[in-house]
């Protein structure tokens, strides 16, 4: 966190330089209080738990042994496949 927070800072005072060299007719102060900080970590989390909650309903749906049958028989096809060509070729 402390270090996201020092990028944003960064980002914050390289916004506000570009600003204040580009433009001559008014000035763009940085300031950022501890209450910005806040705001920001409870953005971020709210997020993060929103994405998680998508994620981990996502996953409660789905039917793992039916996944875990088409990867099984997919790949047992071609390994079949690739020994019964080896197997062919061999003769």
């Known amino acids: 966190i402390p270090f996201g927070f020092l990028m944003g800072y960064g980002i914050c005072a390289a916004v ?3 600003i ?3 433009q ?6 940085l300031v ?4 910005t900080f806040a705001f920001a970590f409870v953005v971020v989390a709210a997020a993060a738990f929103a994405s998680g909650l998508l994620v981990w309903g996502r996953l409660r749906r789905l039917d793992l042994v039916a996944v875990l049958k088409t990867r ?3 790949g047992m096809k071609a ?3 690739a ?3 080896a197997a062919a ?3």
């Open 72 to 74: 099984i028989g997919s």
């Open 32 to 35: 950022l209080s501890t209450h």
């Open 16 to 18: 506000a330089a570009a």
């Open 20 to 22: 204040n060299a580009t």
């Open 83 to 85: 020994t019964a060509t």
């Open 24 to 29: 001559e007719t008014f000035r763009m102060p």
């Open 79 to 81: 390994s079949t496949t």
């Open 89 to 91: 070729s061999a003769r």
